[in-house]
């Protein structure tokens, strides 16, 4: 049982960069799958960035790759997104999730459904 507070978003210029974060409470954080999803306005939430219990597994959404880093320190229960060379099409509200298990095992992190607990989102605006 845990629950989620995401922080960091803004208003940035294009080609700028934000760093996410999410708080958890919860006693066994570090055996949780942790992602991030966005929802932009008019579209359907999607998947952008997942990361496995030890951080070493990390997998992207392709409209994010090589822009974005996610990051987990387990010390602090808390996980992170890097998101750098920002483009408009970046705006949505930015939404961390968690579940109990390996999703990264399974093959499912990309699927919102597996995830148990959400945060209310912060809203990330890329303006040109």
């Known amino acids: 049982q845990v629950a989620l507070v995401e922080s960091g978003g803004g208003l940035v210029q294009v080609g700028g960069s934000l760093r996410l974060s999410c708080a958890a409470s919860g006693r066994t954080f570090s055996t949780y799958t942790m992602g991030w999803f966005r929802q932009a306005p008019g579209k359907d939430r999607e998947f952008v960035a997942a990361i496995g219990w030890s951080g070493g597994s990390k997998y992207y959404a392709d409209s994010v790759k090589g822009r974005f880093t996610i990051s987990r320190d387990n010390a602090k229960n808390t996980v992170y997104l890097q998101m750098n060379s920002l483009k408009p099409e970046d705006t949505a509200v930015y939404y961390c999730?968690?579940?109990?298990?390996?999703?990264?095992?399974?093959?499912?992190?990309?699927?919102?459904?597996?995830?148990?607990?959400w945060g209310q989102g912060t809203q990330v605006t890329v303006s040109s």
């Open positions: 999730a968690a579940t109990q298990g390996d999703l990264i095992y399974s093959g499912s992190y990309y699927r919102e459904e597996k995830y148990d607990y």
